[in-house]
């Protein structure tokens, strides 16, 4: 894969790459431009601009990766939502790899009833997607406005104690822009985790419709379920979260002597 593929492919990872290698270069400069004065009033700036800065986009780059590792995982869910629709309204082979190429991001939040939905409701997530990010992004443009309203301040200004207020101007911004760079990911992550629990519920009680036997009068304490020794939960043996994994059949009553509980997804 050539570079230029990567960074098309990657932009996110490639923004943030270079906004961390932007955020050391800042800092490297900001610590020469200090070290050259031994007047407080002339460092402040340099601070502002070398060392509060590179911060800033030190957080935008960390961000900015994490962000496309979850990215991966709303992809990995839409293909998972592809499979369980049974393929309808598939895209040719030519648009999956452009849809596969191209930035996904998570939403605000997961929408109901993923499955079987037209394919308009995973656009509408997508732009939902796409307006968080753009007030991010508005977000994190005020706050370099206020650096740079802080530091061309703070080089006007002749003496130090003159100087202070606009660095701590300064550092509350980079707090900020820290704080909302927090928010964005823990909203990304929690629309995963979301709609991972809705995809993997329906794949259950699909599976377990699919292929339990006719339902018989009675309590069935006799059927067998899944599990390992090591796990608190029992699943039924077409459980999603049982699949691949080294288990066991036992009773019901053997999986609750062990301490175990029934499985929230499949509901054994």
Request: glycine share 12%; hydrophobic share 40%.
């Amino acid at each position: 894969m050539t570079l230029w593929v990567w960074i098309r492919s990657q932009w996110d990872r490639a923004a943030g790459l270079a906004a961390v290698i932007a955020g050391a270069v800042a800092l490297a400069a900001g610590w020469i431009g200090a070290s050259g004065t031994v007047y407080p009033a002339q460092q402040i700036p340099f601070l502002i601009s070398g060392g509060l800065f590179g911060i800033f986009l030190l957080g935008v780059g960390c961000t900015a990766w994490l962000s496309a590792d979850l990215r991966d995982e709303w992809r990995k869910l839409d293909q998972l939502d592809e499979t369980l629709r049974g393929g309808r309204n598939r895209p040719s082979g030519r648009r999956r790899r452009r849809l596969a190429a191209g930035p996904v991001r998570p939403g605000r939040s997961a929408g109901r009833g993923d499955v079987g939905r037209p394919s308009v409701n995973r656009r509408s997530r997508r732009s939902s997607a796409f307006g968080s990010l753009g007030v991010h992004l508005a977000l994190q443009l005020l706050v370099v406005a206020v650096l740079a309203v802080a530091w061309s301040r703070a080089s006007s200004e002749p003496l130090a104690r003159d100087n202070e207020h606009w660095l701590n101007l300064g550092i509350g911004a980079v707090l900020v822009s820290g704080a909302l760079n927090g928010m964005f990911l823990m909203v990304g992550r929690r629309a995963v985790t979301v709609r991972r629990d809705r995809l993997y519920r329906t794949a259950c009680l699909a599976s377990s419709r699919a292929t339990d036997p006719p339902p018989v009068s009675g309590p069935q304490r006799s059927a067998k379920f899944a599990a390992g020794p090591a796990m608190t939960r029992y699943h039924r043996p077409t459980c999603a979260l049982a699949a691949g994994k080294s288990l066991r059949l036992e009773p019901r009553r053997d999986h609750e002597a062990a301490g175990r509980r029934p499985c929230g997804i499949c509901r054994p």
